[in-house]
């Protein structure tokens, strides 16, 4: 397959949908992986975590801006793969390769999707229910 031959849109939509998983990859990593080490009695963890990557601290602290960023990279990268009136060159090899790309871009987007959502819930749910369960 050669990459000059494929469509602008399809290599803007592998940007898009690699970005978004980057992104809500940072809110797991930021916020989900703490709450989640500590709820299993495993501080210390989170304390060599920050030690060795300070910037999680810096990410933690504008935790809904990180969430806010990564959830609106996840509608427009939806926006972007579902969006009305795409479709794929009549070029049989360059079809092959449109729709081999746009199975991949949609695997990485829903991929990106339950990572957002696991670190949502991690970050903003998990409290507040495991408080509500002791009472």
Not at 59 to 82: A, D, H, N, R
Not at 93 to 121: K, Q, T
């Amino acid at each position: 397959m050669n990459n000059e031959r494929l469509d602008p849109d399809l290599k803007r939509q592998r940007g898009v949908t690699l970005f978004t998983l980057f992104t809500t990859s940072g809110t797991l990593i930021c916020c989900a992986l703490p709450i989640l080490l500590v709820t299993f009695g495993l501080g210390s963890a989170v304390v060599a975590m920050t030690s060795a990557a300070p910037f999680l601290i810096t990410l933690t602290q504008y935790k809904i801006w990180v969430f806010l960023f990564s959830g609106l990279m996840l509608l427009i990268g939806g926006w972007v793969i579902y969006r009305p009136g795409r479709s794929c060159p009549t070029d049989s090899e360059l079809g092959a390769a449109c729709a081999r790309a746009d199975r991949w871009n949609r695997r990485i987007y829903w991929s990106s999707v339950i990572v957002w959502s696991i670190g949502f819930f991690a970050a903003y749910l998990l409290l507040p229910i495991r408080i509500w369960l002791d009472l």
